[in-house]
């Protein structure tokens, strides 16, 4: 019996995009030695995990990255959107009758379950809050994701020069998007313009403008 486990990364940050994986293997696989919640990894060891993982053919794995523009349509929610990217990491690793468990992103872990598994084909899915923690098959699809994640703010940092973490909380992110907005009179294209950060940041800057007159 083939089991799969599902994660994400970058849920909460104001820039660049969240990022879903998955990752299947038959129950006698033995996964790669050091798997955990990733946040508890280096970011090198993270690196070295999930390039044993992608090498090893017995270990199937799948993507899904939700775009900025994605996350700011006022048609979608982050819960459906988080919903959605599970479902669609898993889709290129998964057929029916599989069993997989997948980290709950939302209070009541069996609705959540019960809507990525709609998306799925007949497949056995649980939910459980911290499930990268206690799941090796989860905190392996934990450490793919924040692996891709971290690539994706890689590259924005290529593109536009120190960009932080991404997440609001960071001093750096939010001077990038200060800087940007002041020269440019609007927000990058990596930016979730919907987040509240944004908001403050373009709010702050009409203050300016407005105090120059």
Partial sequence: MAVFGIDEAGKGPVLGPMVAASVAV???TVLPEGIDDSKRLTPARRKELASALRADERIAVG???????????????????????????????VRAGMEGICDAAD???????????????????VAEHRADETHRVVGA??????VERDARVRTLAEEYGAVGS????????????????????????????SWKTCEDVLAAADQRTLSEF
């Fill in 107 to 125: 209070v009541d872990v069996d609705r959540f379950a019960r809507r990525v598994a709609e998306r799925l084909p007949d497949v056995d899915l």
């Fill in 166 to 193: 991404g997440y609001p909380s960071d001093p750096t992110t939010r001077e990038f998007l200060a800087d940007y907005v002041a020269d440019n009179g609007e927000l990058p294209a990596c930016a979730r313009a």
């Fill in 26 to 28: 038959s129950e006698d």
């Fill in 63 to 93: 993507v899904s990255t939700i775009e900025p523009s994605r996350i700011d349509d006022p048609e979608t929610d982050m819960n459906t959107l988080t919903v959605e990217a599970h479902a669609e990491a898993a889709r290129s690793v």
């Fill in 141 to 146: 699809a934990s450490v793919i994701a924040k």
